[in-house]
């Protein structure tokens, strides 16, 4: 077994000791009285080849599976669920596989975000209408990791998450690829007339070279890496690549320990708490983690009636170094990553700035997963004395330009740009800067600050990854490679530059942002962490006056109970009726 897999577990047969009283499965409602609904259950059971032996006294592991032949980073997701499936019958449950939707980043317009919280709501519904006494929540793909999460705390059924893990590392003649991260690189070199059709096509076939997530440190392996500090995987969960044995084995150990879940009934609010999030914060910083994460950890916290602000975690930031040296912000590949030690050997590093005795899945503590890891490479996973920055890769900027808050990737910015000060240039929305981005006789230099609105959670709609803007083509051909790009939109966690995100409120809803115009001036000073937009109160409400604003609302069906109900970037885009602690109700056995 590799460097970090998880440690093997003895499996345990199902038994009648008082720990393991059948009677207190919540699946014994569905199977066990004697009555015409129970025979009913049983009956269909039986149709499905399933005999007494099969189900009886035994702990119902629902395998939630999100794989689709859409969702290309999931597409291990078939055989890795025979595997959980295996690891149920060793410890003597009854596997069941249950298909929610699958949400693949590649294929979703215009933007898995949209559906997060329907992800979420399915997997809550799932979990508490049927027979099901524990879970495991197979995702990867950046959004399915923090909507399973949110789902399963809601329905506050043991889970154990399952991560897809990432791909290989791509390969192209000499050079490493990382997905995401080197499309743009490339995509920039193309436009600037530096790459050929062949090398680029070159680039196509080769950039995704296994199953499995973005091998970045792009949103899927952040939240990944979350979910593991938080105490929701099996430990080195996060880093594991996808097409490798140890993810197999895993996959199997994941299966045997839902089964101890079920029986302790070890349920997410006996692992999740307000110290837990904090660990995810921690940990998705010290990773130089997407921006994304923020988001979904507002939205995680909201869930579990914890407290979690934008200024939380400014102020985390500020105290926690980044510690792994991986893309975007850094060098090396989630491969590297995992050789070097992955998750459980970073935290290591860190454990004074940790909550080290919150409770894991596993049922021990965070202390006891990291104890003893090792870091093989210090190049990747750097020593607190030689950090890769001293204190955090995101950074939260307040001013009249985001009253409630905005982001920025600090390193994966240019430093020059960090302070940084010019007129805007904006665009009103993605159509519109697509259209005339690359126009030869737009007025735009290197000091230009782009500027994009409608883009946000109501304005896009779905709060899509647009804010890393492309340059304009004439820039590039200049050798400009970074300008300070400004928008209501996210980023994809595998995006770079000096990109401030998540404006708040958006414009959609009537943030400053809405009445912007090009010329403006505009001062980020992301030390000082304020966003200034240079322009008079008279001259802010004659242009408030002459131009309401009116959030986009559908007519119908979902797009219309997301735009009624979503929350803005600052408060992590849940739906307002979701966010608290679910009561955990559970359905009416009739
Ligand atoms: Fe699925 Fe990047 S596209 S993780």
Redesign the pocket.
């Known amino acids: 077994m590799s460097n970090a897999s998880p440690s093997s577990q003895s499996h345990q047969p199902a038994n009648r000791d008082n720990d393991r009283d059948p009677s207190r499965l919540r699946s014994s409602r569905w199977f066990g009285p004697d009555d015409m609904r129970s025979f009913g259950h049983r009956s269909r059971l039986k149709a499905m080849g399933f005999d007494d032996v099969d189900y009886q006294d035994r702990p119902v592991v629902a395998i939630l599976n999100t794989w689709s032949e859409l969702n290309?980073?999931h597409s291990h997701f078939r055989e890795r669920s025979d595997s959980v499936r295996r690891g149920i019958l060793q410890s003597g449950g009854f596997p069941v596989e249950v298909p929610v939707m699958s949400l693949?980043?590649?294929m979703m317009k215009p933007t898995t975000m949209l559906y997060r919280n329907l992800l979420a709501m399915e997997v809550e519904e799932v979990l508490r209408c049927h027979p099901i006494d524990a879970a495991v929540l197979m995702g990867?793909?950046?959004k399915t990791v923090p909507a399973m999460l949110m789902g399963a705390i809601s329905a506050d059924i043991p889970s154990v998450f399952f991560p897809a893990g990432p791909m290989l590392k791509g390969l192209w003649k000499t050079e490493t690829l990382g997905?995401?991260s080197d499309v743009w690189k490339y995509w920039d070199e193309r436009m600037a007339g530096n790459l050929c059709d062949a090398d680029w096509k070159c680039i196509e076939n080769c950039i995704a070279r296994s199953a499995g997530?973005?091998m970045t440190m792009?949103?899927?392996s952040t939240m990944a890496c979350v979910a593991e500090a938080m105490g929701m995987t099996l430990p080195g969960a996060a880093c594991i690549p996808a097409v490798m044995a140890d993810h197999q084995r895993l996959a199997v150990q994941t299966g045997r320990t839902a089964v101890e879940m079920a029986w302790a009934n070890r349920k997410p609010s006996d692992v999740l708490n307000q110290q837990s999030v904090e660990n995810g914060v921690k940990a998705s910083l010290a990773i130089g983690g997407s921006t994304n994460a923020i988001v979904h950890l507002i939205a995680i916290a909201g869930r579990l009636g914890v407290s979690l602000t934008l200024d939380d975690f400014d102020s985390f930031s500020r105290t926690t170094p980044v510690l792994a040296d991986i893309r975007p912000g850094g060098q090396f590949l989630m491969e590297d990553f995992y050789e070097a030690g992955g998750l459980p050997a970073l935290l290591s590093q860190m454990t004074d700035l940790l909550h080290t005795d919150c409770k894991t899945i596993t049922g021990g503590t965070l202390a006891d997963q990291i104890q003893d890891q090792e870091v093989i490479n210090d190049q990747v996973i750097r020593s607190r004395d030689n950090p890769v920055s001293d204190i955090g890769g995101t950074c939260v900027l307040k001013g009249n330009l985001a009253p409630s808050g905005c982001v920025i990737k600090s390193i994966a910015a240019d430093p020059k740009l960090l302070h940084h000060r010019g007129p805007a240039l904006v665009f009103d929305n993605y159509p519109e800067m697509k259209a005339k981005l690359h126009d030869e006789d737009l007025q735009v230099d290197e000091n230009s600050v782009l500027v994009l609105r409608s883009a946000g959670p109501l304005g896009a709609p779905g709060f899509p990854e647009w804010g890393m803007l492309p340059l304009p083509k004439k820039l590039l051909q200049k050798g400009v490679r970074d300008m300070v790009r400004i928008s209501d939109a996210r980023m994809s966690g595998?995006s770079y530059g000096t990109c401030v995100l998540h404006i708040a409120p958006e414009s959609a809803v009537g943030g400053p942002l809405a009445w912007i115009e090009t010329g403006d001036m505009i001062e980020i000073n992301v030390q000082q962490r304020t966003i200034h937009w240079d322009i008079s109160d008279e001259e802010r409400q004659r242009r408030q006056a002459a131009k309401p604003v009116n959030p986009p609302v559908p007519s119908r069906g979902y797009g219309q109970l997301y735009a009624k109900h979503v929350t803005q970037a600052d408060q992590g885009c849940d739906f307002d009726f979701l966010v608290g602690r679910s009561p955990g109700l559970e359905p009416g056995i009739h």
């Open positions: 290309t980073c693949g980043e590649m990867g793909c950046d997905s995401g997530t973005c792009g949103t899927a595998t």
